[in-house]
């Protein structure tokens, strides 16, 4: 070890969308600062759902900062197959990682959330103080429940031990690293995958649903700028939005139909009614992130959609899918 | 040899307030029927935060059908100080015995919540339905999530694979065989335990808070008999809440009161409005049962502390304290 570290900060989680956007932005773009250790874990240094494999991880590497985005994760219709999973191994997960962030002393970790486990039943925008205001969309409710009991989990922490965990609400993060799979993956890299396919055999994108539902977007690199500054100088145990503003919202077929423009689709776009549509919105405010950060830029949605769309192709043969 | 048994039951936290109260309906009431066989398990024989533990007592046992009652549980006091043990602990207890329960083909699961977990800012009756409608009362959020949980957790086990798991929600509950440690027991048994040596020492009853909370009491007794009809003939996964009526809310002063008289309690009695309050009420209603028993008769409550306070006095010794 060079010198003493300030800051030992483990990702856990670093292989996926957000953990390589993290790696890119420390990396590739100087985002790193003096004083700062990375550690990027993935599933083969430690299956995070066997506590024995996590505190042996945690007691090699002893951070002094976590951010923890290491989860069972899928897009709705994997979700609406196997919630029991998506709760017990979320949990597992969670509760392995916390302790042993705890028992080495770790001061901070950072934990994510999702603006899908919110209320089902509620009044628009939703904000970080209504998490717990009702049961959730009923597709998701063992993530959505799992992913919840961070914060009270962090909240205890807090009370019986004073440690600062907290954690960050993204909204629908896309970009590139991610995970392509149509059956399982998330609306715009399936949007993506299917399109290309579409192409490459000349037959029509087969949206899923009606494309009226509505989402936020946030992309993957802007993510990770937020998040090194929630590890940084974010000091509340109560979560944080990190999206873009509401009035960013796009439908499905808005969103089919920017992915079309980036990937230069020639053929039909047609919406397979009978495929579910899932929550039709989970607007988010970001009004809390834009108190502590007026000037953060994000990426445009174009921008964002062509990188990303070109980093897929550029990557077919190893991409996640 | 007897018949093929049917049922074989067991019963986690069989040693305790409500086990103990089930195994005097079993064995001193004839509450049995034929064809049941039933296993009382306590800590003794397993440590169900033990995940191997807890397999090895199923697998031995192999039951058809599950009460589970254990948990780490405490008073207003304890879980203040607590609350971070008192959600991990009842997790993992609460994830070992279903997912046992399940690998054994156990057909019913018939778990223990309560009316303290519901939520704090609310309309009155609860009911049911409300469970997840809004955070619990902040005094004891770690077990409130916990127990909640196990609703969430029932609901993705019918989802995934059909199973009927279910839950009970009591009231206050109280009787022979309860925890009576002043710091960290319930109300009633620490307002019997607190009398009793205050008599001894001739002097006052000191009742922590103001006295004006309210809560609803339901004898052991009742609660057992009412779990035996659950286990048997109660088949949705959503729970039921096993109390007496909303009219028969008292306060702590009339309960403290009563006590008085069921210990013939010569001394005066003070309020010591310095301690917490713990949350005002809790008021639960009990429509679902009375629509399916509208006949069950409660145990009047003077006569059933009378019962509680003439056990504890003649158990003094051996009564957990």
């Given at each position: ?10 990702v ?39 506590k ?18 290491a ?71 063992g ?14 922490y ?26 399982d ?78 990937l ?28 502590y950060?007026?000037?953060f ?7 964002a ?17």
């Amino acid at each position: 070890l060079n010198g003493s570290a300030q800051k030992r900060v483990l990702v856990t989680g670093g292989s996926g969308l957000v953990g390589r956007a993290i790696q890119h932005v420390i990396n590739e773009e100087g985002g790193g600062k003096d004083g700062e250790e990375w550690i990027f874990l993935s599933s083969k240094d430690a299956d995070l759902m066997n506590k024995e494999e996590t505190q042996a991880v945690f007691q090699k590497h002893k951070p002094t900062h976590v951010i923890h985005l290491a989860a069972m994760v899928g897009g709705l219709f994997k979700n609406m197959r196997v919630n029991l999973d998506f709760w017990r191994n979320n949990i597992y997960i969670n509760d392995n990682v916390l302790q042993a962030a705890h028992e080495v002393d770790a001061v901070k970790v950072v934990s994510c959330l999702s603006t899908c486990i919110f209320p089902d039943k509620t009044t628009y925008p939703i904000d970080e103080t209504m998490i717990h205001n009702g049961p959730p969309h009923a597709s998701n409710f063992g993530y959505s429940y799992a992913k919840r009991m961070i914060d009270v989990h962090n909240r205890a922490y807090f009370e019986q031990y004073g440690r600062s965990y907290t954690s960050v609400i993204p909204t629908n993060v896309f970009g590139p690293h991610d995970n392509f799979n149509i059956e399982d993956g998330h609306v715009l890299p399936g949007l993506i995958h299917k399109a290309y396919r579409a192409q490459k055999e000349g037959k029509p994108l087969v949206v899923w649903g009606s494309g009226t539902p509505r989402r936020q977007f946030i992309y993957s690199l802007d993510l990770a700028r937020l998040v090194l500054w929630v590890v940084r100088d974010y000091n509340e145990v109560e979560p944080i939005i990190l999206s873009v503003g509401e009035e960013e919202e796009v439908s499905i077929k808005e969103a089919a139909e920017a992915v079309v423009r980036a990937l230069d689709f020639k053929e039909e776009v047609v919406y397979d009614t009978d495929k579910s549509d899932g929550q039709f919105k989970k607007t988010a405010s970001n009004a809390k992130l834009m108190r502590y950060l007026p000037n953060f830029a994000f990426t445009p949605f174009e921008k964002a959609l062509k990188e990303t769309c070109d980093w897929f192709v550029a990557n077919y043969d190893n991409a996640r899918k």
